[in-house]
């Protein structure tokens, strides 16, 4: 246990629908990361959220949103799914904003199936 | 964006054989991070390079980031089967968020 949760571990959804995927971040974490793992795509970066504030974007599509909330935990929210969002989507923790020590501590992932 | 290859995309061993993969940035990097993720599983932090020349060792293990900082390698030592999975470098964007290479996909014969 890496003391990343992400919830839930797999989910299968039809094309044009909406999910929301949730993340709580390792104890003491400030900085929470989403990225997106498919099979010809290696690991992408999508957003970064840093102590509730927005802090970086990368290759995240419009249709897809995210927000990081007092507690700290964390949403993707993705709608409009087509067949090509189907990847693993994993949420990273780290103390700080730079993750320079000691890297990122990784979730499980949520597997998600567009059908 | 930032630009990390990884090479080889994949690579099978004997058990017993040594194994090496190479990642090259476009750019200076100013640290460089590996990551070990086992099939199923997900992206474990290994270790973490700053200086210009730097060489670390985990037991089978040795990293090493380029004089340039522009590449790093990760060589392990006689391969056992509890090394199977693929291994990430990620490079910090300016923003200092980690664009993560594209990684390598070891395979251990036993």
């Known amino acids: 246990d890496s003391g990343v949760t992400q919830t839930p571990k797999h989910l299968i959804t039809a094309t044009g629908q909406r999910v929301t995927l949730r993340c709580s971040p390792r104890s003491g974490d400030l900085s929470v990361y989403w990225y997106q793992q498919s099979l010809d795509q290696g690991l992408q970066f999508l957003i970064q959220?840093?102590?509730?504030?927005?802090?970086a974007k990368g290759n995240i599509l419009e249709r897809f949103s995210a927000q990081q909330f007092p507690d700290l935990h964390s949403e993707l929210n993705l709608s409009s799914l087509e067949l090509g969002d189907s990847a693993l989507y994993f949420c990273?923790?780290?103390?700080?904003?730079?993750?320079?020590?000691?890297?990122?501590?990784f979730g499980s992932g949520t597997r998600l199936t567009v059908v | 964006g930032q630009q990390v290859m990884q090479i080889p995309q994949y690579q099978h061993v004997q058990e017993g054989e040594d194994f090496t993969t190479y990642c090259n940035s476009s750019?200076?990097?100013?640290?460089i991070q590996w990551y070990k993720q086992r099939p199923g599983g997900h992206p474990v932090f290994l270790i973490q390079?700053?200086?210009?020349?730097e060489v670390k060792k985990q037991k089978r293990l040795t990293f090493q980031f380029g004089e340039a900082k522009k590449n790093s390698s990760l060589h392990i030592t006689a391969t056992q089967t509890t090394d199977v999975g693929t291994y990430f470098c990620a490079g910090p964007s300016t923003g200092n968020q980690f664009y993560f290479g594209t990684g390598t996909s070891l395979t251990v014969i036993p």
């Open positions: 959220y840093y102590n509730g504030e927005e802090r």
């Open positions: 750019t200076t990097l100013s640290n």
């Open positions: 390079l700053v200086k210009s020349g």
């Open positions: 990273a923790s780290s103390r700080d904003n730079r993750a320079i020590r000691s890297g990122y501590t």
